[in-house]
């Protein structure tokens, strides 16, 4: 089993849509995650950081589920702008060494 | 700040010729590493440095050497490269500090091909 598993998509949803996107971990000791951003051919950026239940910035929200060990991203109101490879990070090393453990990314892209 | 610098950006090799990566950084990060990313396998970790003399092996480093004689440069060299190292290959590095210690800059991306 992978570390960190996504859903692969791609997504295609219309502007204005509401898409979800979830991610599954199996280290049941990580205490934080991230949602980057890749753009075609680009560096990954971060778009958040998941800490404790979870936590809001503007469009986008993410969720964590230690229960289930599954965190979700939720993209409110999509612009074509967001289009991009959504990863899914697991922090498994730790709060100091920052040995991340990536899914293999979620692809969405928005259209008019 | 220029951020986190590669170079080349693209590069193309013969099987069995060695080459180094350069990655440089002028955040004064304590925390470097270097990731390959693949289609379908995300990023996987080769070697990160968590200050400088200090190196250690990350998911996969064989093929893959590091040293880190400052605390801004973090080169990758490949000793006998192999079709199986084409890739794309970044760097990324982050403070150890306490507030939002781990959020990781990466460089652009070096794209690796060899024949």
């Known amino acids: 089993r992978k570390e960190v598993e996504q859903d692969p998509g791609p997504f295609n949803v219309p502007e204005g849509a509401t898409v979800a996107f979830n991610c599954t971990y199996s280290?049941?000791?990580?205490?934080?995650f991230f949602w980057y951003r890749q753009d075609c051919r680009k560096e990954p950026k971060l778009l958040m950081s998941?800490?404790?239940s979870g936590n809001e910035d503007g469009r986008f929200t993410a969720q964590l589920n230690r229960a289930s060990q599954y965190i979700s991203l939720l993209i409110r109101d999509s612009k074509l702008s967001d289009s991009a490879t959504y990863l899914c990070v697991d922090n498994a090393g730790g709060t100091s060494y920052g040995k991340l453990t990536f899914g293999q990314g979620t692809i969405l892209t928005v259209h008019p | 700040n220029a951020g986190v610098t590669q170079t080349p950006k693209f590069q193309v090799l013969k099987t069995g010729q060695s080459m180094t990566l350069q990655c440089a950084q002028d955040?004064?990060?304590?925390?470097m590493s270097w990731y390959r990313q693949d289609p379908g396998m995300g990023l996987r970790l080769i070697h990160y440095s968590v200050g400088a003399g200090i190196t250690d092996q990350g998911e996969v480093p064989n093929g893959y050497n590091v040293s880190r004689s400052t605390t801004e440069d973090f080169p990758l060299r490949l000793l006998s490269a192999a079709p199986s190292q084409t890739s794309v290959y970044f760097c990324?590095?982050?403070?150890?500090?306490?507030?939002?210690?781990?959020?990781?800059?990466f460089g652009p991306g070096t794209r690796l091909t060899v024949l």
């Open positions: 990324a590095s982050s403070y150890t500090g306490t507030s939002t210690p781990d959020t990781q800059y």
């Open positions: 998941v800490y404790s």
């Open positions: 280290n049941s000791a990580s205490q934080s």
């Open positions: 955040m004064n990060h304590e925390y």
